[in-house]
């Protein structure tokens, strides 16, 4: 049997089971904090990993010289309980390499709102 969950609703899970792995580790109080480092260290694959809806933007202009090319990405989802629009820079086999932007919201519509006018 298979069973279908929104990805929203697995990400809140996934910061939760962060938060208790830390406390197992390095103390209880110490989850919360340290989760939140490492959510902001890794923000745009955490990001991206909780998209519920992407919208190509177009090509990334990077003034390094890279090998390979970059794509922006409109996305919105929901993220440890909160909605966000956020313009991702990913690749072509659709890893995330960094963030242009990000704005949280209380509710989904006002999330698919921004995102319907992300440019």
């Known amino acids: 049997m298979t069973m279908f969950q929104p990805i929203g609703a ?21 989850g919360e904090a340290l989760a939140q480092r490492f ?22 202009e990077s003034s390094d010289e890279e090998d390979f090319e970059l794509d922006r990405v409109a996305i919105v989802g929901r993220l440890d309980g909160h ?20 704005r949280s919201f209380r509710s989904e519509r006002q999330a698919r709102e921004a995102f319907a006018v992300t440019h």
């Open 10 to 30: 697995a990400s809140d899970r996934v910061v939760a089971t962060l938060v208790a792995g830390l406390e197992i580790e390095f103390g209880r109080g110490a």
């Open 39 to 60: 959510l902001e260290a890794e923000e745009s694959d955490f990001l991206w990993d909780a998209r519920v809806s992407e919208r190509w933007l177009g090509a990334y």
């Open 83 to 102: 909605w966000f629009v956020a313009v991702s820079i990913v690749d072509g086999d659709g890893n995330a390499h960094g963030l242009m932007g990000r």
